[in-house]
C-alpha cells in the first residue's frame, strides 16, 4: 500500500518521512518498525517502542515495547515487554486508577453539599415489643442541625429534618433482613450536623421508638472520598447501638443494626444549549427541552410529561419557522453528582394543538463528572431515534450543539 491517501495506524510502505498515523503514504514509522517515541503514552507489545518515526515495513524490529510516556509515566498497562510491571492490560489500569482513588482521602470543606446514600442491612437482639410478643421494626435515619442526644433523640420534633428516609417495616421478628439502599437529599457538611439513626416498632395507630443514635456527619463521612472515577462509591461500614427511648429505662436494649455509608457530591450544572443545525421538516418550530435523569432515558419509550426518573428540566423557547434555531439559554440545575445518571436534551416541535417530538441527544453524567471542576465542555453531537418513536427522515444529519460545566455546591454562609 504505497502513496498518500487514508490515515490509519501505521504506514505499510513508503519513502522518505511521514507520520505514524498514515495508513498509506510515504515516510517511515511502518506498522512493524522498531519504533521509538511514544502512543498516546502507553506500552506496546513488543521491542523498543511505540511512536514516531521508525524503521521500514521488511521486518527490522517488532512492534515495540510498552514504554514510558514523555514524562516517565508509565500508560494503561502492558500486554508483554521488559517494563510490562505488575499491570497487564487495561482491566488492571482500570483497578490501578480505582486503587489511587481510594488513597489519601480529602475532607470536604464545610458548607459541601452532598447526597447520602445509606444501606440498611439488618439487625440483631432486637426487644419483643408488641403486646403478644415479637416486633415489627424499620428503621429511619434523618439529617438534623444540632446533636439530638443533648434533647433525648428528639425524635418527635421530625419537622426539624433536613433530609430523611426510612426502610419498610418487617413484620414479626427480631432479627429482620432489610437490605434496603436509603438516599438522603440534601446534606450538608459540618461539624453542627448530625445523622439520627432511629429504630421503631410499627403500628398501624402510633409507631413505637425503641432506640436512636446520633453521629456528627464529619464521623459519618470519616475516610470516604467521592471520586466519579469509580463504578461505584467506596462504603463504610456501620454497627449502629442505640441508646433506649423504651418508658421502662430498666430494660437493657441490646439490639444492634448492620448498615453502610457512602456519599456523592452535590454539583451546580451549567447548561448553555447554543443552536441546532439541519433539522428534519417535521421540526418547523423547535425547541430544546433538557432533563438530567436518573437512568438511562433509551431504555423506555419517551414521555412528554416527565417520568419519576427526570430529576430537573427546563427548555428554551420555541422559535417559529426555522431549521437552523439559535438558543443560546443558559440553564443551573443542583443535583448529586451520580456518574450513573444522563442529561438528555430532546428535540420537540411546538404545534397548535400537539407537541411533536423529534429526537434527543445523550450525555453520560460520569462524561460531565470527571471533567475538571470548572472546565467547559463543549458538544456538537447528532440527533438519534427517542424511543417508542418513528425516526423522522434525515434526522441523523440533525445536530445540536451545547456546553455543560459543574462546580461543587457549597453553602458558603455554613
Not at 513488543?46 to 500508560?75: F, P, S, V, Y
Not at 505488575?86 to 480529602?106: L, R, S, W
Not at 418487617?170 to 432511629?198: H, M, R, S
Amino acid at each position: 500500500m504505497k502513496g498518500k491517501g487514508m490515515k490509519g495506524w501505521g504506514e505499510d510502505k513508503g519513502e522518505g518521512k511521514g507520520k505514524f498515523m498514515d495508513w498509506k503514504g510515504a515516510g517511515k514509522g511502518e506498522m512493524k518498525g522498531e519504533m521509538k517515541g511514544e502512543m498516546f503514552g502507553k506500552k506496546g507489545f513488543k521491542g523498543e517502542a511505540m511512536g514516531k518515526g521508525g524503521k521500514d515495513a521488511k521486518g527490522k524490529g517488532k512492534l515495540g515495547k510498552l514504554g514510558k510516556d514523555a514524562k516517565g509515566k508509565k500508560g494503561w498497562g502492558a500486554w508483554q515487554g521488559e517494563e510490562a510491571g505488575e499491570a497487564t492490560g487495561v482491566a488492571a489500569a482500570v483497578e490501578k486508577v480505582e486503587e489511587e482513588a481510594e488513597k489519601d482521602p480529602e475532607k470536604p470543606e464545610d458548607g459541601t453539599k452532598f447526597s447520602l446514600l445509606v444501606y440498611v442491612k439488618s439487625g440483631l437482639d432486637l426487644p419483643s415489643v408488641n403486646t403478644f410478643g415479637g416486633c415489627d421494626p424499620f428503621i429511619e435515619v434523618r439529617l438534623v442541625r444540632g446533636d439530638p442526644a443533648k434533647k433525648g433523640g428528639d425524635i418527635d420534633n421530625d419537622g426539624a429534618s433536613l433530609a430523611k428516609a426510612q426502610t419498610k417495616h418487617i413484620e414479626g421478628t427480631q432479627t429482620p433482613e432489610w437490605n434496603q439502599n436509603l438516599t438522603l437529599k440534601k446534606c450538608e457538611y459540618g461539624a453542627d450536623f448530625f445523622v439520627n439513626i432511629i429504630l421503631w416498632d410499627y403500628n398501624v395507630t402510633k409507631n413505637l421508638p425503641i432506640g436512636y443514635q446520633s453521629i456528627c456527619v464529619t464521623d459519618v463521612l470519616d475516610g470516604l472520598v467521592y471520586n466519579p472515577k469509580l463504578k461505584e462509591q467506596k462504603k463504610k461500614d456501620h454497627v449502629a447501638k442505640f441508646e433506649t427511648l423504651l418508658k421502662d429505662k430498666s430494660l437493657a436494649l441490646n439490639a444492634t443494626v448492620n448498615m453502610a455509608f457512602s456519599y456523592l457530591e452535590v454539583h451546580k450544572i451549567k447548561i448553555n444549549i447554543q443552536k441546532a443545525a439541519r433539522l428534519p421538516k417535521v421540526a418547523e418550530d423547535p425547541y430544546i427541552e433538557a432533563r438530567i435523569c436518573s437512568s438511562d432515558p433509551r431504555t423506555k419509550p419517551f414521555e412528554k410529561t416527565p417520568p419519576s426518573n427526570v430529576l430537573w428540566n427546563n427548555k428554551t423557547k420555541t422559535k417559529k419557522g426555522t431549521y437552523e434555531p439559535v438558543y443560546d439559554e443558559k440553564f443551573d440545575a443542583s443535583v448529586a453528582a451520580d456518574p450513573s445518571y444522563f442529561v438528555q436534551f430532546i428535540l420537540q416541535s411546538e404545534g397548535t394543538l400537539v407537541t411533536t417530538p423529534i429526537g434527543q441527544v445523550i450525555v453520560p453524567f460520569k462524561t460531565i463528572c470527571n471533567a475538571p471542576v470548572g472546565e467547559v465542555k463543549d458538544f456538537t453531537l447528532v440527533f438519534e431515534k427517542l424511543a417508542g418513536y418513528d425516526e423522522p427522515q434525515s434526522l441523523s444529519k440533525s445536530s445540536l450543539a451545547f456546553t455543560i460545566t459543574h462546580s461543587l455546591d457549597i453553602n458558603k454562609s455554613t
